[in-house]
């Protein structure tokens, strides 16, 4: 079964500081993996997407993340945290032949000034 | 501007009754998505549609129904057989391929009198 792993419920980073959100994920095939960000009350937007290539993926707002093939994991970094960066974060796969998206369980990031 | 629209932004719901939740897209998307977001369960997709009068039960479907007669309007309706319906509603759209990400809507929070 294919499916998305967020270990993380909350992470709380300092301003400034670098951060981590973690995923990791199980697919069969080439994995399709993307990064969410919710704002409270609101939707979920694109931050960034692995397809192939380049292990590094440069996304929205600063933010990266790391696909790792043997690790099968796919977190994501900021190099300089911001308050404003506090939010929920979903890592998500696609799965291809039945164009399902499946989701983690999100992980809450809270930076403190 | 371009995007999705979900309505109402909060519905309440009778016992016994069902209630009727909008979706409406003008990004000339072929598929639509329904998810289900509950506090540490990420989001569950309830049904996905790839293209106008066809639609698949994702994996929480039972107590929910679906049409897609128009490309841009994919209605969800949250049935009396759904006795836990307390959540918050997100309706998403994409351009059908692997490397296609999400489009939300804002959400709609969905409460029971």
């Known amino acids: 079964a294919q499916s998305v792993a967020q270990p993380e419920d909350q992470v709380n980073v300092a301003e400034g500081n670098p951060l981590t959100v973690k995923c990791t994920y199980s697919?069969?095939?080439?994995?399709?993996l993307f990064w969410y960000v919710q704002y409270p009350n609101r939707g979920l937007q694109f931050l960034l997407k692995?397809?192939?290539?380049?292990?590094l993926v440069k996304g929205s707002y600063g933010f990266e993340a790391e696909f790792n093939k043997s690790q099968t994991s796919f977190h994501l970094k900021k190099p300089s945290a911001l308050v404003s960066d506090s939010a929920l974060y979903f890592c998500?796969?696609?799965?291809?032949?039945?164009?399902?998206?499946?989701f983690g369980t999100g992980t809450r990031l809270k930076v403190l000034a | 501007d371009g995007g999705i629209t979900q309505s109402p932004k909060y519905l309440f719901r009778k016992e016994g009754q069902n209630v009727t939740l909008s979706c409406e897209q003008n990004?000339?998307?072929?598929?639509m998505y329904w998810y289900r977001q509950d506090p540490g369960q990420g989001l569950r997709l309830i049904y996905y549609?790839?293209?106008?009068?066809?639609?698949q039960k994702g994996d929480i479907a039972e107590g929910y129904s679906v049409s897609r007669e128009k490309k841009e309007s994919f209605p969800l309706t949250v049935t009396s057989a759904q006795k836990n319906p307390t959540a918050f509603y997100l309706c998403?759209?994409?351009?059908?391929?692997?490397?296609?990400?999400?489009?939300f809507g804002s959400g709609t929070q969905l409460s029971v009198l």
């Open positions: 998403a759209s994409s351009i059908l391929g692997h490397e296609e990400k999400l489009f």
């Open positions: 697919v069969s095939g080439n994995p399709y």
């Open positions: 692995y397809i192939t290539g380049d292990n």
């Open positions: 998500a796969v696609f799965t291809s032949g039945t164009y399902k998206y499946i």
């Open positions: 990004l000339n998307h072929d598929a």
């Open positions: 549609s790839q293209i106008v009068n066809d639609f």
